[in-house]
């Protein structure tokens, strides 16, 4: 019995030398691979980053009003993760509907008020 536990003991001592003796990532290679990372992405477009602020300004104004959906909202979370990646044709997609959704949100403020009962 205490063969079996020295055995095991024994392997799993090994098990983690074998993990601690592996180096460490130093940090002076990280920001290099970053800067040549960044220089390869493309920049988002002006007419996404347009897109974008108008997105942003329409969620603001229906907010607001209590209008907001959460549709809307999600929309412009999208898009604004994808400017984060410079993905500007999600961005342009993800902005238009944003703003769809907005104009539909503040139009069913028209809608009249449905009474039931006398």
């Keep these: 019995m205490s063969r079996i536990l020295f055995t095991l003991t024994s392997v799993a001592l090994i098990g983690l030398a074998g993990c601690a003796s592996q180096p460490a990532p130093t940090a002076a290679a990280k920001p290099a691979e970053s800067k040549a990372v960044e220089a390869e992405?493309?920049?988002?477009?002006?007419?996404?980053?347009?897109?974008?602020?108008?997105?942003q300004?329409?969620?603001?104004?229906?907010?607001?009003?209590?209008a907001l959906w959460t549709t809307a909202q999600d929309a412009l979370n999208a898009a604004e993760a994808a400017a984060e990646k410079n993905d500007s044709a999600t961005v342009l997609k993800q902005?238009?509907?944003?703003?769809?959704?907005?104009?539909?949100?503040?139009?069913?403020?028209?809608?009249?008020?449905?009474?039931?009962?006398d």
């Design 95 to 117: 902005s238009k509907r944003a703003s769809d959704q907005v104009r539909l949100g503040m139009e069913q403020l028209n809608y009249p008020m449905i009474k039931i009962g």
């Design 41 to 55: 992405k493309p920049a988002l477009s002006a007419e996404a980053q347009a897109a974008l602020a108008a997105a």
């Design 57 to 66: 300004a329409d969620v603001k104004a229906a907010r607001a009003k209590n």
